[in-house]
């Protein structure tokens, strides 16, 4: 079993950054891939960001692209996502997931593991 407890968020006019992370206990993810997803107010779950198991692979939501980077370290069972230029579109729940493959997933349904969420309120 896998627990993903996120931290960081919070509140940061358009433009700014932000930075969340995600720690995993209760087993060790570091043959996972992991991921980022969000989910905004009345709209389904959408994939962001995620990366293999050795940090390779790594995909990107499409309006993200040169403003996220997602990046992990597996001695300390953690994987980021620092986002910067960010716009109010922006502004969701933001999730990390664990795979029970190696190999990075856009799907929600690839991953096994979520954490609990952490806001991400970017204001105009």
């Known amino acids: 079993q896998v627990q993903l407890v996120e931290s960081g968020g919070g509140l940061v006019q358009a433009g700014g950054s932000l930075s969340v992370s995600c720690t995993a206990s209760?087993?060790?993810?570091?043959?996972?891939?992991m991921g980022w997803f969000r989910q905004a107010p009345g709209k389904e779950r959408e994939f962001v960001a995620a990366s293999n198991w050795n940090s390779g692979g790594i995909k990107y939501l499409d309006s993200v692209k040169g403003r996220f980077l997602i990046s992990r370290d597996n001695d300390k069972n953690t994987v980021y996502l620092q986002m910067n230029s960010l716009k109010p579109e922006d502004t969701a729940v933001y999730y990390c997931?664990?795979?029970?493959?190696?190999?990075?997933?856009?799907?929600?349904?690839?991953?096994?593991?979520w954490g609990q969420g952490t806001q991400v309120t970017v204001s105009s």
């Open positions: 997931a664990s795979d029970s493959s190696p190999f990075a997933q856009t799907t929600p349904q690839a991953y096994a593991y």
């Open positions: 209760g087993q060790i993810v570091l043959n996972n891939a």
